[in-house]
């Protein structure tokens, strides 16, 4: 069973027709389809709704990748507690928090920009509502918040497109520099890995869910650059609006 993801082809899709396919033994709710991303590579999972055809709403609180009890290809929505209890087969609309998900994939794209500001191995990072950081490997760190800041704001006014790509695993293998994260490593095995491309700034394995252009991220402010550790360094951002 896999559940087809429509938001990585149209990350701007806020809502979909879907059918129910199961429900598992803890109340969550796997779709044959779905706009909601599940929480993976440091970005939240979407929360929102799922519209029964009688006009009933379950709330979604949250979105995971399936285990294996459920299908490891699977997606699913965790409605929030004391929901009504879907059945398979219902039909529903799935609609996102629209809002909260356009602040995610803001935030995201900018993390992208932070790590071609800062070029050093990144050990680490979160999306959040609004904000997010980045953790780099800098042995010796002489970072200026305010620096950082306008570099990031010059490159969003810039206005640059953002694009996903595919790349096979081999070519991926032959170009190991495009992975910038220490600690994870891009998923492989299924033949084909998704790059984002930040166009003349940005190229790197990414799964997450971006703007298409950097305009669209809005000014933001380096708030806080923190010591974690002997060689760790976390720069934190936050949307100004």
């Known amino acids: 069973m896999t559940t087809e993801t429509l938001f ?37 999972g979407d929360s929102g709704a799922l519209k029964l055809a009688d006009g009933q709403e379950i709330p979604i609180v949250t979105t995971v ?26 039909r529903v609309t799935a609609e996102i928090d629209w809002e909260r998900r356009h602040r995610h994939m803001r935030v995201h794209t900018c993390l992208h920009l932070l790590s071609a500001v800062l070029s050093y191995p990144v050990t680490g990072g979160q999306v959040g509502d609004g904000k997010g950081r980045l953790d780099f490997d800098i042995p010796e760190a002489g970072l200026n918040k305010d620096e950082i800041t306008a570099k990031l704001n010059r490159l969003i006014d810039e206005d640059h497109p953002v694009a996903a790509e595919w790349i096979s ?49 809005g000014a933001v402010t380096v708030t806080k650059i923190e010591k974690k550790g002997r060689q760790n360094r976390r720069v934190s951002v936050s949307l100004n609006s």
Not at 25 to 33: H, P, Q, S, V, Y
Not at 72 to 85: F, L, M, Q
Not at 186 to 202: H, N
Request: aromatic fraction near 2%; charge should be negative.
């Open 65 to 90: 990748k399936g285990g294996p009890d459920d299908g490891d290809d699977t997606i699913v929505h965790v409605p929030a507690e004391g929901s009504i209890a879907p059945a398979a087969g219902d």
């Open 169 to 217: 695993d081999a070519e991926l293998a032959a170009q190991p520099e495009l992975v910038k994260t220490m600690s994870v490593q891009p998923p492989t095995g299924a033949g084909q890995v998704r790059l984002i491309r930040v166009e003349g700034l940005d190229l790197q394995p990414c799964g997450g869910t971006h703007v298409a252009r950097t305009g669209e991220i």
């Open 8 to 44: 990585r082809d149209d990350p701007y899709a806020r809502n979909c027709d879907a059918q129910i396919v199961a429900v598992n033994e803890r109340g969550g709710i796997i779709l044959d389809r779905t706009v909601f991303y599940p929480t993976g590579g440091g970005q939240p």
